[in-house]
């Protein structure tokens, strides 16, 4: 990355210096929700919309042991799977003693929505999915990737809105962050080739790198005020009382972003923090609540040992043991294939690694005790809301 000059640090610098009073002008993200409840919630059901974050279970079938999408299944969650994994929407939920199963649960051509009691299955959330586009990631090798506009119409379908006793949570934009990280990454490399080959000048280069990055960031806007628009528009206009929403972290903390060369990884993070600059000024003055995962998955990056990790950096699941389970299908080392039973044939940590005090199942998502530690995060945020 010496060719082009990084824009991002001057950018957010900027908005800083605005947002602690350098200006007149209004700031984007300064004005904070307001109106949402204050009094304690008489929960009986979780409905969660999101992606693969807050995914129970969506693509279960496709890690079936018999391998034809019937149970038991090894994997089934960006996790690491087991009899008793669980992620963070269910951790929550099951603390509050309110049951919750995915809304739909399939894979390729085939899915079925609401496979159990239809007053249970209010897990939206699948791997893939996007804020507004159905093309996520993994759409092409069979995910379903509904989004999450599309997700809250399913429920509205069902239900035809929402009640009092719901207790809704939105956590999304990290794969529209990956999608746009991709994009602006292969646009690098393509100007940085053109300038080593002399077909355009230093100057050149700075200037389409620049154009490049100001994309990818405007496409992060656009997706944190559709999110935004959809609370607005889908959820509260329909009912939803008690609506917490969940900022992204900062992706560049993950072990994909620590991968990367570090003249690019501050574009990755500045995605994450554009979305939710954009996210909250979208539900400025809106009655809804904003959980702060980007704080949170930082203090836990910062000071692993404080909340028991000994590894944060790593992933837990070893590619080479997943591809081995599946047969060579799956070779990326995804943790909806990784499962955590000791001795179990299908196990697909690699050695030395532990769901209990490593951070990280796969290059992204959590291990079960990332999710225990952001449910137990979520339920203070609740708490301190006057929600429980």
């Not at 790198?209 to 528009?233: D, I, N, Y």
């Not at 836990?300 to 000994?310: K, L, S």
Request: charged share 10%; aromatic share 8%.
């Amino acid at each position: 990355m010496k060719t082009i000059r990084s824009w991002s640090a001057a950018l957010v610098a900027a908005l800083v210096l605005a947002a602690c009073g350098g200006g007149d002008v209004d700031v984007p993200g300064s004005v904070p929700p307001s109106g949402a409840p204050t009094a304690r919630g008489n929960f009986t059901t979780v409905v969660s919309f999101g992606d693969s974050l807050s995914d129970v279970g969506t693509y279960a079938p496709a890690t079936s042991l018999a391998g034809n999408g019937t149970a038991p299944f090894f994997g089934g969650k960006f996790t690491t799977n087991s009899d008793t994994a669980t992620v963070w929407v269910q951790n929550v939920a099951a603390t509050l003693g309110v049951p919750l199963a995915p809304a739909e649960v399939g894979f390729g051509a085939s899915s079925v929505r609401c496979p159990v009691l239809p007053a249970n299955c209010t897990a939206y959330g699948q791997g893939g999915a996007r804020v507004t586009d159905p093309n996520g990631i993994g759409r092409s090798a069979g995910a379903l990737t509904v989004p999450v506009s599309t997700q809250i119409d399913n429920h509205l379908a069902r239900f035809g809105g929402f009640r009092a006793s719901d207790l809704i949570f939105v956590f999304a934009g990290s794969n529209d962050a990956l999608i746009q990280f991709s994009a602006f990454a292969a646009a690098v490399q393509q100007i940085q080739g053109q300038a080593a080959a002399g077909q355009i000048s230093t100057d050149q280069a700075n200037a389409l790198g620049f154009e490049a990055r100001t994309r990818a960031q405007g496409a992060m806007k656009q997706a944190a005020l559709e999110l935004a628009g959809s609370v607005r528009s889908r959820i509260l206009s329909n009912g939803g009382q008690y609506v917490a929403v969940l900022t992204l972290p900062d992706i560049g903390d993950t072990p994909f972003g620590l991968s990367l060369p570090a003249g690019i990884r501050p574009d990755l993070t500045d995605l994450s923090r554009i979305f939710n600059l954009w996210l909250r000024e979208g539900l400025a003055g809106a009655p809804v609540q904003i959980v702060d995962t980007f704080a949170l998955f930082k203090d836990v990056f910062q000071n692993p040992q404080r909340f028991g990790i000994a590894n944060n950096t790593t992933p837990a699941c070893a590619a080479d043991r997943i591809s081995a389970v599946t047969g060579g299908r799956v070779t990326d080392g995804s943790s909806l294939f990784c499962n955590s039973t000791p001795g179990a044939p299908f196990n697909g940590l690699a050695t030395g690694a532990s769901a209990a005090t490593w951070f990280f199942a796969d290059t992204v998502h959590p291990t079960t005790t990332g999710h225990r530690l952001l449910g137990e995060a979520v339920l203070a945020q609740l708490s301190a809301f006057g929600w429980i």
